[in-house]
Structure formats: structure tokens, C-alpha cells
């Protein structure tokens, strides 16, 4: 009984000192500035999931922007279609300078 409830508080414990107050995950209500700040805040506390997570959205932005342009999702398939894994892939140090 005495182990479950160590256990427990352990858990409540962590689960607390896990949460950090100030800095929301990127959500698309936000502003492009809110998410600015957000990222600026969490690379300053070292909150290195969180500022992965903010270029991720932004990369996906911008390559959501990019495939308006129908020859950049004709260069982006037939890279794909090479398969340099063996698989349908694609390695972004490959096509970031197109």
C-alpha cells in the first residue's frame, strides 16, 4: 500500500514539474507573432521539443506555400519516385535548393 502511494505522488510529481506555465504548443489560432514569441520563450528556457516543433510547422508552411507552384510538385515526385532508400522518401538536404 505504502509502495502505491510513493508511486503515485512520484507520478503527480512529475507530471507537474512537466508542465511548464507561459508557452503553449503551436495551435493554429495563434498568430504568426504570438508563435514568434513562443519560440523565442521556448528556445530561451531550452525547451528543445517545442522549438523542433515551431520550425517543423513553419517548414510546412512554407512547402505548402511552395506546391501552389505546380513545377515544384513535379520536382517533388520525381524525387520521390527515386527511391533512394528504397521506399518513397524524400531527403529534404536533397530538394532544399531547388
Known sequence: M???IIILLTIM???VL???QGITPPDESRTESQEI???QTALAKGQHNLVTEYKLKAMA???AKSLENPEIGQYLQQKISEQFDGDYDL???NV???
Request: net charge neutral.
Open 2 to 4: 505504502e509502495k502505491r
Open 13 to 15: 510529481g512529475l507530471i
Open 18 to 20: 512537466g508542465c511548464e
Open 37 to 39: 514569441q513562443d519560440y
Open 61 to 63: 508552411r512554407s512547402l
Open 91 to 93: 531527403l529534404w538536404q
Open 96 to 98: 532544399k535548393d531547388y
